[in-house]
Nanobody, 128 residues
Framework: EVQLVESGGALVQTGGSLRLSCATS????????IGWFRQAPGKEREGVSC????????YYADSVKGRFTISSDNAKKTVYLQMNTLQAEDSAVYYC?????????????????????WGQGTQVTVSS
């Protein structure tokens, strides 16, 4: 059974940093593509970033490019999202997601229709 467990969400001030973690199990981690999505109240879920674990290639939404960094630790089967220079509009529930297949990350892949499994989400709140 695929399991994705997020952690690291918190209340942080504008300009601050957080690191989210996604601990995974139940599938072959190195043969997967993992993404981070977020959903703010009243808004649709949007793709933030993804990583093709075996190749290490990554992709970011324009709204977070240059501020967020996705990475993976194959030994721990964990994906991280380092978030810097946080802004109020980054406030949302952040979800870790496993793609149906090990797609190569790119602009067309930050869509929920490619996702096979979701984590439970972790809340990030950025306040001024």
């Amino acid at each position: 059974e695929v399991q994705l467990v997020e952690s690291g969400g918190a209340l942080v001030q504008t300009g601050g940093s957080l690191r989210l973690s996604c601990a995974t199990s139940g599938f072959t981690f190195v043969d997967s593509t993992i993404g981070w999505f977020r959903q703010a109240p009243g808004k649709e879920r949007e793709g933030v970033s993804c990583i093709t674990v075996s190749a290490g290639n990554t992709y970011y939404a324009d709204s977070v490019k240059g501020r967020f960094t996705i990475s993976s630790d194959n030994a721990k089967k964990t994906v991280y999202l380092q978030m810097n220079t946080l802004q109020a509009e980054d406030s949302a529930v952040y979800y870790c997601a496993k793609y149906w297949a090990p797609y190569r990350c790119g602009s067309r892949r930050l869509e929920a229709r490619f996702i096979g499994s979701w984590g439970q989400g972790t809340q990030v709140t950025v306040s001024s």
